[in-house]
């Protein structure tokens, strides 16, 4: 799973550079529109709007932005209406992908991810064939050179999460989706904040892709991001070291 995870912090180190050209504000303003709509207003009712405002806010947004895309959401602003949907698919070297977009049209959606996947050695794939290799989880990630293991590990593990582990320069802990929050909190209550927390999708099992394919997959995987409409990328990858290290 470690190239799985390395690939998951790449991610976060290109959003630092998404966020400059704004195109991470605006995905964090649809996830908030979308959140809001599905659940209400109200962050401290709305586990999920919760979460993305507070992603919002560490990346700095202006808190009017926020407003503006709740109300958007709750339908006190005009806005447009966004519709989330997962696609499921593979890339290069058989690796497993899910794609969740948030979208006003669906279908040039799919159309424009059909395109980017069938030109770089992937394929969309049937509802369910993709999904079964995944669970969704909770993580939380940890400056590992601003606080001891056993301490992390201790208050992890007294708040509820499944597991913690250390990889490069971070603990990451694990958590079921309804204990996430709790767990984030139990963290605070000991001193321990986080660097960044999220609802992902962990693939069961691994699978390793090396070599040509490896960087194949890694194109494929930045140009999924790139598009518009997609909020997230998950793959049950394992990439070679060396392939994950020319890409940062």
């Not at 989330?84 to 669906?106: C, M, S």
């Not at 999708?201 to 699978?207: D, F, Q, S, T």
């Not at 490896?214 to 790139?226: G, V």
Request: a negative charge.
């Amino acid at each position: 799973m470690s190239g799985h995870s390395k690939w998951a912090q790449i991610k976060r180190k290109k959003a630092v550079v998404d966020q400059k050209r704004g195109k991470l504000f605006t995905k964090l303003i649809r996830e908030i529109t979308v959140a809001a709509r599905a659940g209400g207003g109200d962050a401290t009712a709305n586990a999920r709007l919760r979460l993305a405002v507070d992603t919002a806010k560490a990346a700095n947004m202006p808190q009017d932005n926020i407003e503006r895309a709740i109300k958007k959401g709750t339908g006190e602003l005009e806005g447009a209406r966004y519709d989330e949907v997962t696609y499921e698919g593979y890339g290069p070297g058989g690796a497993a992908l899910l794609i969740e977009v948030v979208t006003d049209n669906a279908n040039r959606t799919v159309a424009e991810l059909r395109h980017i996947l069938e030109r770089n050695g992937g394929h969309l794939g049937q509802s369910g064939s993709v999904a079964w290799q995944f669970d969704r989880k909770g993580q939380i990630y940890i400056d590992a050179s601003r606080y001891h293991e056993d301490a992390v590990l201790e208050a992890a593990l007294d708040a509820g999460a499944d597991d913690v582990r250390q990889e490069g320069g971070e603990y990451i802990v694990t958590t079921e989706v309804a204990k996430f929050h709790h767990v984030q909190e139990g963290l605070k209550k000991q001193g321990i904040q986080a660097g960044h927390a999220e609802l992902a999708m962990i693939p069961k099992v691994a699978v390793h892709v090396a070599g040509h394919e490896a960087e194949r997959l890694l194109k494929l995987l930045d140009l999924l991001d790139e598009a518009d409409d997609v909020q997230k990328v998950y793959s049950n990858c394992d990439i070679d070291d060396a392939v994950l290290a020319e890409a940062v």
